[in-house]
């Protein structure tokens, strides 16, 4: 499949969308063994590309950030009419594990990976990982945060753990923005929370797993591969 000379540059991990295009524009990058300074050129992945000496390398990559857009279901087929994320992976690659499902009409920090066993690890309960979302929300009072930190029956017999925090961003008319830490991933746990104290969620985005933030140069349906760092910072706990 053809796409943007700058988007496959980034995807195999040579910078930022920006910075991509800059190197572009100076014109040392190089297709088929031309200079070109065309950011929107398209080309495949079996495209000779050269980045200054460098012959740009676009093996799948092991494990992935990826700005997971709206519509998309984060699951490994297509559902209810819904594109799978992995249809945003080039090259498709059938491997690849994600960590915990978002809804479909959220967006943010999805990680996937060929090594299942770090899917288990981040996933596990055991693991307690800190997910944080920013979540847009109407109808939103503030004397119902005391009970994000007490336990909330959100499903039959689910009572949730206490949130790691929880803290208003901004308030702007009818429309609360907050910061929610949760270590749990019940199905529509952060909007059934909010319904539980009579408020809706509109908007979500998750944006960090830990302490590992979601990259903000990724625009929406954009992805990286991670750094053995960045793994590890998956795994310690999150700063708010
Ligand atoms: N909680 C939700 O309600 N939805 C998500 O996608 C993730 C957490």
Redesign the pocket.
């Known amino acids: 499949m053809a796409m943007r000379l700058d988007k496959h540059l980034s995807n195999s991990g040579y910078g930022t969308r920006s910075e991509i295009k800059r190197l572009i524009k100076k014109g040392v990058v190089s297709v088929n063994g031309e200079v070109c300074k065309n950011p929107a050129h398209k080309v495949l992945l079996t495209t000779s590309i050269t980045l200054g000496s460098k012959q740009i390398n676009s093996k799948p990559m092991s494990t992935i950030m990826l700005n997971k857009p709206k519509d998309y279901v984060s699951s490994n087929e297509n559902e209810a009419g819904y594109p799978s994320v992995l249809e945003l992976i080039q090259p498709p690659h059938p491997k690849y594990a994600i960590a915990g499902r978002?809804?479909v009409d959220?967006t943010g920090l999805l990680i996937l990976s060929t090594q299942g066993d770090l899917i288990h690890s981040i996933i596990s309960p055991t693991k307690d990982i800190t997910k944080t979302?920013i979540a847009k929300v109407i109808h939103f009072k503030a004397e119902s945060i005391q009970s994000f930190f007490e336990g909330m029956t959100i499903a039959e017999e689910f009572i949730t753990k206490p949130v790691t925090h929880l803290r208003v961003l901004e308030e702007n008319k009818e429309i609360t923005t907050l910061s929610i830490g949760i270590t749990e991933g019940k199905f529509?746990?952060?909007?059934?929370m909010f319904q539980f104290v009579q408020a809706k969620?509109i908007d979500?985005k998750?944006v960090a797993i830990g302490s590992l933030q979601l990259d903000p140069s990724l625009e929406q349906g954009d992805y990286r591969e991670l750094t053995p760092k960045e793994i590890r910072l998956i795994f310690q706990p999150s700063k708010r």
Not at 188 to 192: A, D, L, S, W
């Open positions: 978002l809804d959220t979302y529509h746990q952060v909007k059934r969620v979500l998750r």
